[in-house]
């Protein structure tokens, strides 16, 4: 019987990656590898409540929304996630992945939309990076990178372009919240003439005092 330990269960407005501002409902699992400098999500590291798969996939039912993402902490290192995906799929929901890129993606279903994280230096975790995911990703998947100085920006530029991912898979560059001006990363794109996508965390915006369930 496959189980997984999740941190919430809840539906929100998207607030990151291309599929922002659509509703949708989020399956937080808890536990993660990494240990990011800018984590926004501490209280999934650990933790969390055992729920068998049948009764993830009653509360995602009563929940109504067309968009499912799994989310984390680190989805994939739970082995029921990729059981969890499929049968979300099976269900008919548009699929999400968030993940930090550091684990392999082999296991993901080929519907699911994955949208990976690359670890800028800022993070600490750059040394994580699993380069070989890279290979994995279509066009209808995405690269996130999330940026706290002009320093992570340039990484961010140069590995996109080295990597051969412009053009190949959508990107998102993000600000980290309170650390980088949204308005500064915009003006560094603009002057570079890089065709990605300037991403702010849409649900601080609607409801900036809420730090979970959003």
Same mark, same amino acid.
């Given at each position: ?14 607030g ?21 400098a ?33 989310? +984390? ?6 082995? +029921?996630a ?18 930090? +890129?550091?684990l ?8 699911v939309?994955?949208?990976?994280d690359?670890?800028?230096? +800022? ?9 070989d ?7 209808r ?12 920006y340039?990484?961010?530029?140069d ?41 702010v ?11 979970r369930?959003?």
């Amino acid at each position: 019987m496959t189980t997984l330990q999740i941190s919430e269960i809840f539906s929100s407005i998207q607030g990151e990656s291309h599929w922002a501002g659509y509703p949708c409902t989020f399956v937080r699992l808890a536990g993660c590898n990494l240990d990011c400098a800018y984590c926004d999500t501490r209280y999934a590291r650990a933790g969390g409540e055992s729920f068998r798969l049948a009764d993830v996939l009653a509360a995602v039912d009563r929940e109504g929304q067309a968009t499912v993402e799994v989310t +984390g902490g680190e989805p994939l290192a739970q082995p +029921g996630a990729p059981a969890l995906l499929q049968a979300l799929v099976d269900r008919g929901h548009r699929v999400l992945l968030e993940t930090n +890129g550091s684990l392999p993606l082999d296991a993901v279903p080929e519907a699911v939309r994955i949208v990976m994280d690359l670890k800028a230096p +800022g993070s600490g975790m750059a040394d994580h990076n699993r380069w070989d995911n890279l290979h994995r990703l279509g066009a209808r998947d995405e690269v996130k990178v999330v940026c706290r100085d002009r320093a992570d920006y340039r990484w961010a530029r140069d590995t996109l372009g080295e990597r051969g991912l412009l053009g190949r898979v959508r990107v998102s560059l993000s600000p980290v919240a309170g650390r980088l001006d949204p308005a500064e990363l915009a003006r560094w794109l603009l002057e570079d003439r890089l065709d990605v996508r300037l991403q702010v965390q849409l649900h601080r915006v609607l409801w900036p005092d809420r730090h979970r369930g959003v």
